[in-house]
């Protein structure tokens, strides 16, 4: 080990920035030239089924055979044109990552003849085997027939890989029985929820709304590191993060790596990247150093939140393909370093009109602004009833380590508004008993008609919170940085059009039953959602001791691990409310739960005999190894007669190295004896609850004798990549 580590290191030391060559220094020139959008259907396919596409696309209607057809020639014409040779469907199955299985256009006929061949059956619909990816028991080995579909609101796209090109189409999942079995599925079936409520909401205020898109941006943080080093870290290939090293004597702490100048090999990769996702359409805008050494962040434009979801899942795949051209490893475990900053993915949240209008930005008229008032409200109140469900929609075991750490929100689900929003939402409340006379302005009375209209600069980011409103949009930033966020997305978008039909079924009975004006109704419902929902909002540091027990006193919840968090989806109000509006059946949401707890069960075990191994048949025998040098030293010391004045100290080493030794040995037997049991146990929930309080309750016990060993063994012999040379910036 000890030689891999100093061949690593001799190999990072000699490494160059990589050159990157851009089709064109105007980003416009290129962009989406890999994408099959519009102007690429324009340009192959007849004016008259371009415009039916388009039509079937916007109103979610099912693409009739013709119209396929149609598409899956223009499709293989651009592709081929393009220099593809193999399609594939690309799908989101419910390990998290992407998948896809290859075909070549090349096919036979029935004369032996060699020709291309693209169908529209080929298009809509293949049958990816569905045993062989999680499920939660809807199939076994034996039923594995699945069926992948075309999703046409998300655009093809062509891969570059080892000079060639495949044409990926993205699609959803499902089983043979009909059950989803990937992220996709309930995400589009979300979306298409929150359009059906909200539009009807928007309609008290303007009657020309008839759709309402959800939008998102994802901003994802990532760590590089040289992928020699990387490679000598057994624990960080297998695991995603580092399992043992000590702390390094300067890590973030003086804050001067966060914005800094972009290291040249870091910005030439970036620059490779940024290339690449341009050109498939990802409209990347923002790159910059984040607070850990070796930490960074790109974001891009605000899209449709399917498209979004899409592209972030791409992104990560690109980031892994281009990283490789640079001698690097992109790293994106929520924690990869004990003592540093973890990495999140924010997702910044708001939903648009098909008029142009932001629904969480507040107008120029006082309507437009009740109108705000009502979407950002009922937000708040969506995120109320439901803080246990959305935090369960981030839980891991990798997110784990970041929730509630120097920089990432706690498990504590609360929403920071901002000093302005706070005063406008108490006034609106205070004045729930203020008369309102004919010729009132009734605006001016309850404070709507004071709310500015521009609140991006006028209220405050706070890092600490899981869910804060930032202007515009709201930010959701307790997501990690490996996850698919679909999920939360999905989760978000369920609960507030849930909230948006109660609503307005409250609001209309009031106007139907109860003779009230409606603008006096909508305040009525509203202030009522504000007096309960007050205490999820939450304006302070996040971080603290003192939340954690304000937040208690209030009543609201602290999941800390995962499997706890993830018993809300059995909980009988969340299999309803799913249920109801046909996101997920509870059949799909007890298998997402057995899955996610099996999910979590694999990786502690997965860090458990990483970290066994290593202890055992690497750091041991390196202590051993060391000690008998020690015990030589003293030898030789009391061959020269020197040994009470001389041979102490080392005698102390020796036996502190014993002790730390039997500590780490006795300690690996334990956790793989846990292990075995756990293993035993039917139960997948009461098996990862083992798993989290016993086989992982070992690990700090483990790491901390590994540490001290660290700390004891010359550098030369000491078998891993170390933590300061794994921050190794260049």
């Not at 999942?173 to 359009?195: C, I, M, Q, R």
């Not at 399992?243 to 973030?252: D, N, R, T, V």
């Not at 899209?303 to 790293?331: C, G, P, T, Y």
């Not at 890092?463 to 996850?483: D, H, I, L, M, Q």
């Amino acid at each position: 080990m000890a030689i891999i580590r100093f061949k690593a290191l001799e190999l990072v030391s000699q490494r160059k920035p990589g050159e990157v060559t851009l089709p064109s220094h105007i980003i416009s020139d290129y962009f989406g030239e890999n994408v099959f959008g519009f102007d690429a259907m324009r340009a192959t396919m007849s004016s008259e089924y371009f415009k039916k596409l388009v039509r079937t696309t916007e109103a979610g209607e099912k693409v009739d055979r013709n119209l396929a057809d149609a598409v899956a020639a223009a499709m293989k014409t651009w592709a081929i044109s393009k220099g593809a040779t193999h399609y594939t469907h690309w799908f989101q199955p419910l390990t998290g990552s992407t998948a896809e299985k290859h075909d070549s256009f090349f096919d036979l006929t029935s004369d032996g003849e060699a020709i291309e061949s693209f169908k529209g059956n080929a298009l809509v619909q293949q049958e990816p085997d569905a045993s062989s990816f999680p499920s939660g028991g809807i199939r076994n080995t034996f039923e594995a027939r699945g069926y992948s579909a075309w999703d046409p609101s998300s655009p093809a796209f062509l891969i570059e890989n080892a000079g060639t090109k495949t044409l990926c189409i993205p699609t959803i999942f499902v089983s043979y029985t009909g059950e989803a079995l990937d992220y996709k599925t309930p995400l589009l079936k979300s979306l298409k929820l929150l359009n059906d409520a909200a539009v009807p909401v928007c309609q008290y205020f303007d009657k020309d709304v008839t759709k309402v898109s959800t939008t998102l941006g994802i901003e994802q943080e990532y760590f590089l590191v040289d992928k020699a080093l990387y490679e000598a870290r057994p624990d960080l290939i297998v695991s995603g993060r580092t399992l043992f090293g000590h702390i390094p004597a300067k890590g973030q702490q003086l804050e001067d790596h966060y914005f800094g100048s972009i290291p040249s090999r870091v910005h030439a990769f970036m620059v490779d990247f940024e290339k690449s996702a341009w050109k498939l359409g990802i409209p990347l805008r923002t790159r910059h150093n984040e607070v850990a050494p070796n930490q960074f962040e790109c974001a891009p434009t605000y899209e449709d939140a399917n498209l979004a979801v899409d592209h972030n899942q791409l992104l990560m795949d690109i980031m892994d393909r281009v990283a490789e051209r640079h001698n690097f490893k992109v790293l994106l475990h929520e924690k990869p370093f004990k003592g540093v900053n973890g990495s999140g993915k924010h997702n910044n949240w708001a939903l648009s009109t098909n008029t142009g209008t932001n629904l969480l930005s507040p107008g120029k008229k006082p309507k437009e602004n009740l109108q705000f008032l009502t979407f950002f409200i009922n937000t708040i109140k969506a995120v109320y009833t439901y803080d246990d469900l959305l935090r369960a929609s981030i839980a891991s075991a990798s997110n784990d380590h970041r929730l509630g750490a120097n920089e990432a929100p706690p498990a504590i689900m609360s929403v920071f508004i901002g000093q302005q929003l706070t005063a406008v939402l108490d006034e609106f409340e205070r004045t729930s008993q203020v008369p309102i006379e004919k010729g009132d302005n009734m605006y001016l009375k309850l404070g709507i008609d004071r709310i500015p209209e521009v609140l991006r600069d006028n209220t405050d980011r706070n890092r600490t919170s899981p869910f804060a409103f930032t202007g515009n949009k709201f930010e959701f930033r307790a997501v990690g940085s490996s996850a698919n966020s679909s999920s939360s997305m999905t989760v978000l978008n369920t609960i507030v059009a849930n909230q948006l039909l109660e609503f307005r079924k409250t609001v209309d009975e009031l106007i139907e039953n109860q003779g009230v004006k409606k603008e006096v109704a909508v305040i009525q419902v509203l202030r009522e959602y504000v007096a309960e929902s007050k205490r999820i909002r939450f304006e302070g540091n996040g971080y603290s001791k003192e939340w954690e027990e304000e937040a208690e006193r209030r009543g609201l919840s602290n999941i800390k691990s995962t499997p706890l968090s993830l018993d809300v989806y059995e909980r009988e109000d969340v299999v309803e409310l799913f249920s109801k509006h046909g996101i997920l059946t509870a059949v799909e949401l007890k298998a997402r739960h057995e899955i996610l707890l099996e999910e979590y069960i694999k990786k502690i075990q997965i860090e458990s005999r990483v970290m066994g191994d290593l202890a055992v048949n690497h750091v041991i025998p390196t202590a051993i190894a060391y000690q008998n040098k020690l015990i030589q030293n003293i030898r030789g010391l009391k061959d020269l007669g020197l040994e009470d004045e001389f041979t102490q100290t080392t005698l102390e080493a020796i036996k502190k190295m014993s002790r730390h030794i039997t500590t780490i040995q006795k300690n690996v037997d334990a956790m793989i004896e846990a292990r075995k049991v756990a293993n035993k146990v039917e139960d997948v929930r009461e098996r990862a609850i083992m798993y989290r309080e016993e086989v992982f309750g070992y690990f700090d016990t483990i790491r901390y004798s590994v540490d001290k060993l660290e700390l004891m063994v010359d550098d030369e012999d000491w078998p891993l990549i170390k933590y300061r040379e794994l921050m190794f910036r260049r």
